[in-house]
């Protein structure tokens, strides 16, 4: 064990002050830094024990493009060039590419996706948890149909299991922690069509923490467990129109519940009873905008910590999901400080765990119509405007490359979305130019990227996204793979001999 923690050690170490204090400057040995990567791969082991614990990070929409924008920021927010920056899941020794399509959509939703995380299966857009025999919204469809999703697996062997979002705990990712659904959207009990018997996905999460399947659940939604009837704490009322308060069902049930950061900090680390954190009413918030609930990290940490306790082990999924919403959006600002705070939990997960138990698997479900424009000098601000290449130096200049109509543009932007350059006229025809900017107007946090296709929200795309792993059987993660195998590399790494 001493030796495989000591290479993992020395990964960081030969890795972290190349990026974040050496690239930039004039001279840098880019030939003996080749020959530091050498040695430190040939160090590297595989580890082959049965793994104790299983986390899986999901930021949903951190597809390559993205997790690149993300590593710019996160450097430049440290006062360096950005492009050279090391994220902590590129510190991983292993990594794959991932295939995201489902079983009819070229282009997936994250319903599929994170089915095919969580069973081994791919399935259709907007199922969860159902294979891909049925069709969208066939309640009676669904029986004998229903797939097993990994935490009810390793319940079954004794280990904990704890689902976080900052979107609300019924979306689609975390739902396919917990529930089996023909539709996605019937996140309450009112979207359900009349004379389905199938249960919504809030009283699903209810069930799964009362039979023990889930001890931890944090992240939005709270509109969902509560009546219209109920307003809540923060004068939000609830969505359900069967008269169930599912949060005082748990609460009678013995469970703890928390619906602000004041309420997260009470919460007991660890114990027996249930934990249940519904911080709005619908998504959490931005990390920009974040006041009165806990961070990603701040989850994370809580929830290894309480789930910990269990000797048998457990799973723990963790997904950053307004860095979803933020692309879809337009607003590459929130997506970045989102992914910043996606790193931060990751790091805080690598400090609490022991590579030679714990499987740490980073992921993302799909990528997003996301663009990088131009010939920028490095140290460009990526949420600002291209800047020129420096001939003389390694720093960009100060003056914006410019593009054939004269006007500058910003280093990213999107294929399609809110931000369309093309304006619906009278006529219901499609016309319109660039405007011009500038570098204040272009990084301002609510600046939305200019993109081409007009639409009222900018789409996933298909593309691969990749797949970071550390621990137990991460070695089983190379070359392009298709997405539910993260599962069956899950599967076997805690069911090894």
Same mark, same amino acid.
């Given at each position: 064990?001493?030796?495989?923690?000591?290479? @993992?050690?020395? $990964?960081? %170490?030969?890795?972290?002050?190349?990026?974040?204090?050496?690239?930039?400057?004039?001279?840098?040995?880019?030939?003996?830094?080749?020959?530091?990567?050498? =040695?430190?791969?040939?160090?590297?082991?595989? #580890?082959?024990?049965?793994?104790?614990?299983?986390?899986?990070?999901?930021?949903?929409?951190?597809?390559?493009?993205?997790?690149?924008?993300?590593?710019?920021?996160?450097?430049?927010?440290?006062?360096?060039?950005?492009?050279?920056?090391?994220?902590?899941?590129?510190?991983?020794?292993?990594?794959?590419?991932?295939?995201?399509?489902?079983?009819?959509?070229?282009?997936?939703?994250?319903?599929?996706?994170?089915?095919?995380?969580?069973?081994?299966?791919?399935?259709?857009?907007?199922? #969860?948890?159902?294979?891909?025999?049925?069709?969208? +919204?066939?309640?009676?469809?669904?029986?004998?149909?229903? %797939?097993?999703?990994?935490?009810?697996?390793?319940?079954?062997?004794?280990?904990?299991? +704890?689902?976080?979002?900052?979107?609300?705990?019924?979306?689609?990712?975390?739902?396919?922690?917990?529930?089996?659904?023909?539709?996605?959207?019937?996140?309450?009990?009112? =979207? %359900?069509?009349?004379?389905?018997?199938?249960?919504?996905i809030a009283a699903q999460l209810v069930d799964q923490m009362k039979a023990?399947?889930?001890?931890?659940?944090?992240?939005?939604?709270?509109?969902?467990?509560?009546?219209?009837?109920?307003?809540?704490?923060?004068?939000?009322?609830?969505?359900?129109?069967?008269?169930?308060? %599912?949060?005082?069902?748990?609460?009678?049930?013995?469970?703890?519940?928390?619906?602000?950061?004041?309420?997260?900090?009470?919460?007991?680390?660890?114990?027996? =009873?249930?934990?249940?954190?519904?911080?709005?009413?619908?998504?959490?918030?931005?990390?920009?905008?974040?006041?009165?609930?806990?961070?990603?990290?701040?989850?994370?940490?809580?929830?290894?910590?309480? $789930?910990?306790?269990?000797?048998?082990?457990?799973?723990?999924?963790?997904? *950053?999901?307004?860095?979803?919403?933020?692309?879809?959006?337009?607003?590459?600002?929130?997506?970045?400080?989102?992914?910043?705070?996606?790193?931060?939990? #990751?790091?805080?997960?690598?400090?609490?765990?022991?590579?030679?138990?714990?499987?740490?698997?980073?992921?993302?479900?799909?990528?997003?119509?996301?663009?990088?424009?131009?010939?920028?000098?490095?140290?460009?601000?990526?949420?600002?405007?291209?800047?020129?290449?420096?001939?003389?130096? #390694?720093?960009?200049?100060?003056?914006?490359?410019? *593009?054939?109509?004269?006007?500058?543009?910003?280093?990213?932007?999107?294929?399609?979305?809110? @931000?369309?350059?093309?304006?619906?006229?009278?006529?219901?025809?499609?016309?319109?130019?660039?405007?011009?900017?500038?570098?204040?107007?272009?990084?301002?946090?609510?600046?939305?990227?200019?993109?081409?296709?007009?639409?009222?929200?900018?789409?996933?795309?298909?593309?691969?996204?990749?797949?970071?792993?550390? +621990?137990?059987?991460?070695?089983?993660?190379? +070359?392009?793979?298709?997405?539910?195998?993260?599962?069956?590399?899950?599967?076997?790494?805690?069911?090894?001999?």
């Open positions: 064990m001493r030796t495989m923690l000591l290479s @993992g050690v020395a $990964l960081t %170490l030969l890795t972290l002050p190349v990026a974040a204090q050496q690239t930039g400057e004039p001279g840098f040995d880019w030939f003996a830094a080749g020959e530091a990567s050498i =040695a430190e791969r040939l160090a590297l082991q595989p #580890i082959t024990g049965k793994a104790k614990n299983v986390i899986l990070f999901t930021a949903d929409g951190n597809g390559v493009g993205t997790n690149y924008a993300i590593r710019l920021f996160a450097g430049q927010q440290k006062g360096g060039l950005g492009d050279d920056f090391v994220l902590p899941q590129e510190t991983f020794p292993n990594m794959a590419l991932v295939k995201t399509y489902s079983a009819n959509g070229q282009t997936p939703d994250s319903a599929p996706t994170a089915t095919a995380m969580n069973t081994g299966m791919k399935t259709k857009n907007d199922l #969860i948890n159902v294979d891909d025999t049925v069709a969208v +919204g066939d309640c009676a469809g669904r029986t004998g149909h229903e %797939l097993k999703p990994f935490a009810e697996i390793v319940s079954e062997m004794g280990k904990s299991v +704890g689902v976080i979002s900052t979107a609300r705990i019924t979306h689609a990712t975390p739902a396919a922690v917990y529930a089996r659904t023909v539709n996605r959207d019937w996140e309450d009990n009112s =979207a %359900l069509p009349e004379g389905c018997d199938q249960k919504d023990g399947v889930i001890d931890i659940a944090m992240g939005g939604g709270r509109a969902h467990f509560l009546p219209e009837s109920v307003t809540d704490d923060e004068g939000k009322t609830g969505k359900r129109t069967d008269g169930r308060n %599912l949060v005082e069902e748990l609460e009678e049930a013995g469970a703890q519940y928390a619906w602000d950061e004041n309420g997260f900090q009470a919460l007991t680390a660890a114990g027996n =009873a249930p934990v249940l954190g519904l911080f709005e009413a619908s998504h959490m918030k931005y990390e920009h905008d974040r006041t009165g609930e806990p961070s990603l990290a701040e989850m994370t940490e809580k929830a290894i910590t309480a $789930l910990s306790a269990n000797d048998q082990g457990f799973y723990l999924n963790v997904e *950053a999901g307004r860095v979803d919403h933020a692309n879809h959006d337009g607003n590459l600002f929130r997506v970045l400080t989102d992914g910043v705070a996606f790193a931060d939990a #990751i790091q805080k997960a690598m400090e609490m765990t022991n590579p030679e138990e714990t499987l740490i698997i980073v992921t993302a479900d799909h990528e997003h119509a996301i663009a990088f424009n131009g010939y920028c000098g490095r140290g460009t601000s990526i949420t600002g405007l291209c800047m020129a290449v420096n001939e003389e130096g #390694i720093k960009r200049l100060d003056e914006p490359e410019l *593009a054939a109509d004269g006007k500058p543009y910003t280093v990213a932007g999107y294929l399609n979305g809110a @931000g369309s350059v093309l304006v619906e006229q009278a006529d219901k025809s499609f016309a319109g130019s660039r405007p011009d900017l500038t570098e204040e107007e272009a990084t301002d946090p609510d600046y939305v990227q200019q993109a081409l296709v007009p639409m009222s929200s900018e789409t996933h795309s298909g593309e691969d996204v990749a797949v970071f792993a550390r +621990g137990p059987w991460a070695h089983l993660f190379s +070359g392009v793979i298709e997405q539910n195998v993260i599962f069956h590399v899950m599967n076997h790494a805690v069911t090894a001999e």
